[in-house]
């Protein structure tokens, strides 16, 4: 056999062993994709709140996320990632079993209302518990070496999950109607917690354990350049179909399909580069791709150099998380790895609920397009900051510089 079909056949059977973990994943995205885009309208519409509120109703699930990442790293690192896996899936049922009470409360606004933002935030939690979990899980049946790889396949199920999620979500309440979200979302979870139940546990890492106060500040830089990275997201995400419907083009939907495709097809093909080039390099290239495809929406004449401008900033951001976060999670000892990648995780919930209002007020000073000129300039100083820190780190590694 040859060395190079051998270590195909080695990271095939690495990606076997991370695919039933990062699964969990998938399906804890179900259950916050699912009812996404229908709840919103349920809160206006239904209830008779304001959009704002509406907003708010849905928006709270991110700040329970922000505020339990401690606990889930905390979890994972001396409970072990099954169980804080397992207890994410709880909380994924048990908001399933509140948004079918909020619904079933629909001729009282208020109840409906406060049943809701209790199933949100309790969603929110068992989000940050299932997530961070399923890496560290992943990471402990692979091996550190293969962080970049379970950090990857994590991110394509999460992103999957909300692409297939929000849709399905749409469909089920046409054929079915509100009262279903609650009962497919805490299938979802039970499904999930009867095929977690037969796979073996990975060790709970023992060692030496730094506070999160320590583990944050270790990993505050990256976290940074994540969040600066992240705005083109944001602003891609919440105002592409507004920059649309601005200018008159049709097909909105297509920039977002062509930025997931590209997003999922970049984290498929080149997730081997972290490990051959370094975090640090692959974050460099990522962010001046992410860079240009933003600028290349700034300044879209038609349609279609928008589309190629979405593709170009999928295709870039892709890297961003694992890249970072690999070196991020380097820096601390084995035994708080869980505490790092939730430390790390938190300035992606802040750049996403922060991009929102603040690119809101740009577009509403400058107009849509300037939107996506804030998010370039955030990627730029994302490619400064990233070489700031690979400079650094072959400063006290003692490595050549070489990009």
């Not at 519409?45 to 304001?50: F, P, Q, V």
């Not at 073996?200 to 999160?212: Q, T």
């Not at 505050?220 to 200018?247: D, E, N, Q, V, W």
Request: proline share 5%; hydrophobic share 55%.
């Amino acid at each position: 056999m040859s060395a190079d079909s051998a270590s195909s056949r080695s990271e095939f059977a690495t990606t076997l062993q991370i695919i039933p973990v990062v699964f969990f994943t998938f399906l804890c995205y179900l259950t916050i994709g699912i009812p996404l885009a229908v709840l919103p309208g349920y809160v206006h519409d239904d209830l008779g709140y304001s959009a704002i509120l509406a907003g708010l109703a849905i928006s709270v699930q991110y700040f329970a996320t922000l505020a339990s990442r401690p606990l889930a790293g905390r979890s994972a690192d001396t409970l072990g990632p099954k169980k804080t896996v397992t207890f994410g899936l709880i909380g994924c049922g048990v908001s399933g079993v509140l948004l079918l009470a909020a619904v079933l409360c629909g001729r009282w606004p208020a109840l409906s209302l406060g049943l809701l933002v209790i199933s949100r935030l309790v969603l929110g939690c068992g989000e940050s518990l299932c997530g961070t979990g399923a890496i560290l899980w992943g990471i402990g049946r692979v091996g550190t070496a293969n962080n970049a790889r379970v950090i990857s396949w994590n991110g394509i199920a999460t992103y999957g999950a909300l692409a297939i999620g929000a849709p399905l979500g749409v469909a089920i309440v046409h054929a079915v109607g509100f009262e279903a979200l609650g009962f497919v979302v805490v299938a979802l979870a039970a499904l999930g917690f009867y095929l977690a139940r037969p796979i073996a546990p990975v060790p709970v890492v023992h060692g030496e354990r730094m506070s999160y106060r320590s583990v944050f500040t270790r990993v505050l830089p990256h976290g940074l350049g994540l969040a600066l990275g992240s705005a083109g997201f944001g602003s891609i995400a919440t105002f592409i179909t507004l920059f649309y419907a601005a200018r008159h083009w049709p097909n909105a939907a297509l920039s977002l399909t062509v930025f997931g495709t590209l997003f999922v097809g970049s984290r498929l093909l080149f997730a081997n580069t972290i490990r051959t080039y370094g975090g640090f390099r692959v974050a460099i290239v990522s962010f001046a791709f992410e860079c240009a495809g933003l600028l290349m929406l700034w300044l879209a004449p038609e349609p279609h150099f928008a589309l190629a401008g979405a593709a170009l900033t999928g295709f870039g951001f892709a890297l961003v998380f694992p890249a970072l976060g690999v070196e991020a999670v380097a820096l601390v000892p084995p035994a708080s790895r869980g505490a790092a990648l939730s430390a790390y995780s938190v300035f992606l919930d802040l750049s996403l609920g922060i991009t929102g209002p603040l690119a809101g007020y740009i577009a509403g000073e400058f107009g849509y397009a300037s939107v996506f000129l804030f998010a370039a300039i955030a990627s730029a100083a994302a490619v400064a900051l990233s070489m700031m820190l690979y400079l650094r780190h072959t400063r006290i590694s003692g490595a050549p510089a070489a990009l």
